[in-house]
């Protein structure tokens, strides 16, 4: 569906795509990973055609070279900021977005009523959308992107700043979207999210491409990595730097009231972490010895955490 | 179809922004009851051939349909505000399309502006503009089409907000005042060659000259003046956008 080859942009000195070579499946869900400033938006971009490419080269083999009309008409983008009129309602917005692309009369109706459905919004049409909520916002802005039947559906980072309930609702949209047979790029910086929908993962940092496969070839990138995560009732008095000092330690992490160590396989460190614990006197509430996630597998490449 | 699209796109864009229409057609009614009304005494006094509600009715008008400018540009960025300008850039459309289609949008807004200001003038405040309809239309339509290229190539050309903002504060006020919008400028001197440059000028002699001599020597120059400056603001937005991705 999409062949990327030694693509690279840089904005001044700051190299936003550094040299990525990828290829994306035709019906499948791909991940985007990675943390805020990972370039993940700039590459969307690249591949939407709303930025040229410094050097390298995207295209889309099912087109033929040259089509850009036709590309362009299977391509929908739910863009990461809202884009949509405020003042219009949820109908009139929809409806004027797959009108761009053509749709006129009764297959007009069709694709705006749809969806509206698809966003779950049916019995908000005719409310004007500065007057929704905030999930709602973005549920529009995914019937706003999908609205012309797209094959290709690029969503950049479409749950940032959302209530759990149409997180959820975003969430399987996007499997059913991928159960429907179109292609779908989900960037997103919620590894749980990734882990959850993504068929197909690529984790980027700095520009880069550093990892890729689905989530159990992610983690098996970290094979020779145990995790351990303690939980303190008062967190504020750990100091991590004696923990990284312990033998075998690979990377800790403290977030929130859980510390996560990340240690060498064979190498039995348990007593000693448990020693260092005792010694700051620290509160623990709770030891969970737990597979290693996504997370983990960033942290284990990068040293650091995907929310840094 | 897409320049239409886009157009029909922007007066709806604006009518749901009533603030901005209500402004656009009370500021000049206002200021021309206003200016009339002061300067009634001095234009008698001084034994001006024409009413002072009349100088102004022109000149004033004239400055509020050049003001279009700012609901041209306006549209522009309510897009880029909206986000939706990047949907236009994503959907099978042309630049050039889309830019001539905001044109088009905010020239037919500020047509149809401009006939309301002038109708309610005539009929609530009694401003003379003559009776030679054709005399009348042509300079306007040529300030219409001039003051609509002006706020679209602002915005195309600069791309930022308040870079065309600045540049039309600058020289909207400029050529309002060379037109003769504030005061009548003199018949010699530096100030009369500097309003030669000034397209307002232009429109306003041949508006005024309409209750007298329906067509007049300034008709021709005005429309010429203003139609090929916006078609040249227009041919510069328009390559500006057919290179841009």
């Known amino acids: ?308 | 179809m897409t320049i239409i699209l886009i157009a029909l796109q922007q007066i709806r864009l604006l009518l749901k922004n009533p603030a901005v229409v209500l402004l656009f057609l009370a500021a000049p009614l206002f200021m021309i009851f206003v200016f009339g009304q002061a300067f009634t005494g001095v234009f008698v006094a001084s034994g001006a051939p024409l009413r002072a509600l009349d100088y102004f009715g022109v000149t004033l008008f004239t400055m509020a349909v050049v003001q279009g400018t700012f609901i041209a540009s306006w549209g522009v960025f309510k897009e880029q505000k909206n986000n939706t300008r990047l949907r236009l850039r994503l959907a099978p459309l042309s630049n050039v399309a889309v830019v001539f289609g905001l044109f088009l949008g905010s020239w037919l807004i500020l047509l149809v502006l401009s006939a309301i200001v002038l109708l309610l003038s005539a009929v609530l405040l009694s401003v003379n503009y003559g009776s030679s309809p054709a005399a009348l239309a042509l300079p306007l339509l040529a300030l219409t089409l001039l003051a609509s290229a002006s706020g679209i190539s602002a915005a195309t050309l600069l791309g930022s907000e308040r870079a065309a903002g600045g540049l039309l504060n600058t020289f909207v006020p400029l050529l309002v005042f060379l037109g003769g919008g504030y005061f009548m400028i003199p018949e010699t001197g530096w100030l009369h060659s500097a309003a030669r440059f000034s397209p307002l000028r232009w429109v306003n002699l041949a508006l005024l000259e309409v209750p007298r001599s329906g067509f007049s020597q300034y008709t021709l120059p005005a429309v010429i003046f203003c139609t090929a400056a916006a078609l040249l603001l227009l041919l510069a937005a328009g390559l500006k956008a057919a290179r841009s991705v």
Do not use: W
């Open chain 1, 1 to 308: 569906m999409i062949q990327i080859r030694n693509a690279s942009k840089n904005f001044g000195a700051t190299l936003a795509v550094d040299n990525i070579s990828l290829d994306i499946r035709k019906g499948s869900l791909f991940g985007l990973l990675g943390p805020n400033g990972a370039g993940k938006s700039t590459l969307i971009n690249l591949v939407c055609g709303l930025l040229p490419a410094d050097s390298g080269s995207i295209s889309f083999p099912d087109f033929g070279p040259n089509n850009q009309r036709a590309i362009k008409k299977s391509l929908g983008l739910v863009p990461q900021e809202l884009a949509f009129y405020p003042n219009y309602t949820a109908m009139e917005n929809v409806r004027f977005f797959a009108s761009l692309y053509g749709l006129r009369g009764q297959a007009l109706r069709r694709a705006a009523d749809a969806a509206l459905e698809f966003a779950g919004l049916t019995d908000s049409a005719k409310k004007p959308a500065k007057a929704f909520s905030g999930g709602m916002k973005r549920r529009l802005n995914i019937a706003c992107g999908i609205v012309h039947d797209p094959q290709l559906i690029i969503l950049d980072e479409p749950t940032v700043g959302i209530d759990p309930q149409s997180r959820n609702h975003i969430l399987r949209s996007v499997e059913q979207l991928c159960r429907q047979g179109r292609t779908v790029i989900y960037t997103t910086h919620y590894m749980e999210e990734a882990e959850t929908v993504c068929t197909d993962i690529a984790i980027m940092d700095k520009g880069k491409i550093i990892a890729r496969g689905d989530k159990d070839e992610l983690k098996l990138l970290i094979k020779d990595s145990t995790q351990v995560c303690f939980y303190f009732k008062r967190p504020e008095e750990v100091d991590l730097a004696a923990f990284r000092k312990i033998n075998g330690v690979r990377h800790v992490q403290l977030d929130e009231q859980v510390l996560q160590v990340v240690s060498e396989v064979g190498i039995s460190n348990l007593n000693e972490l448990t020693a260092e614990i005792n010694r700051q006197a620290l509160l623990l509430s709770d030891i969970r010895s737990s597979s290693p996630s996504l997370e983990t597998v960033f942290l284990t490449l990068t040293g650091r955490s995907l929310r840094d």
